[in-house]
């Protein structure tokens, strides 16, 4: 395990330019711990602290201020835990547990001078092992066997479907009637309406209005007449031949 660590790249999760060492009592019995029983006045190291995270274990690392110097270090598996744990009485304030080379650990204090510092410190563990918590879900979910059924969205055999592509539902549409309830005949390709029937061409037999002026019947039958030519009428004529024939007879 700790050659798989060693080979995986370093990233730095958090860097505070100063904080704080102090040493603690040890643990009397279970009650929580307090920063008010440290002697806070008078830290016994201070320098820099920077967090770094190789793989899923995060370390937290207290290094000289110029040198860069390692002074101890304290890796963290899961956060909130043994390794790093809050005091009750302060949000400034923190317990380590460090450890060293051989093994061997220890429990100290650390505090932070501004509590912003403080704040950046806690939200950069938890968002390691908010990330170390989803890889371990997605590890469990690829080895584990997917149990839910799946949805088969496949064609049985001899299905099939029809697509409806292009078509629209046509409505019946009525034709615009007028007022009188007869429907009105579409215009001609031309766009121009043919003219009513003329009511003399169609109607033969229709009569002058009545009322009319008798001098209007006969102008009209005298341009009618003059247009005509006179049929020879036997009887005139015969009249006149028997006039005549009366004259021949008469006495002298």
């Not at 429907?183 to 229709?206: I, M």
Request: hydrophobic share 30%; with cysteine; net charge negative.
């Amino acid at each position: 395990m700790a050659t798989e660590g060693q080979s995986e790249y370093e990233s730095v999760l958090c860097v505070k330019p100063e904080v704080n060492v102090y040493r603690i009592p040890p643990r009397a019995s279970n009650r929580a711990i307090r920063a008010a029983d440290w002697k806070l006045d008078a830290p016994d190291w201070t320098g820099r602290m920077r967090v770094t995270a190789r793989g899923k274990v995060a370390y937290v690392k207290l290094e000289d201020k110029i040198s860069g110097e390692l002074f101890a270090q304290a890796p963290v598996d899961e956060y909130p835990g043994i390794a790093v744990e809050t005091v009750s009485d302060s949000s400034r304030y923190f317990v380590l547990r460090i450890q060293d080379d051989n093994g061997r650990s220890a429990f100290i204090g650390i505090g932070f001078g501004d509590r912003g510092d403080a704040f950046d410190f806690n939200v950069a563990l938890q968002d390691h092992f908010k990330w170390v918590k989803q890889e371990n879900e997605f590890t469990k979910q690829a080895q584990a066997p997917d149990s839910t059924p799946k949805l088969d969205l496949g064609f049985k055999e001899g299905q099939t479907i029809t697509l409806n592509i292009g078509q629209s539902k046509k409505k019946d549409r009525s034709r615009p009637q007028s007022s009188g309830g007869f429907g009105l005949l579409p215009p001609p390709p031309g766009g121009k309406l043919a003219p009513p029937p003329s009511s003399r061409s169609t109607n033969h037999n229709t009569q002058p209005p009545a009322g009319g002026s008798d001098t209007g019947c006969l102008l009209d039958l005298d341009s009618s007449n003059s247009n005509s030519v006179a049929p020879s009428n036997p009887t005139t004529t015969a009249t006149s031949d028997l006039w005549g024939d009366f004259d021949s007879v008469s006495p002298k």
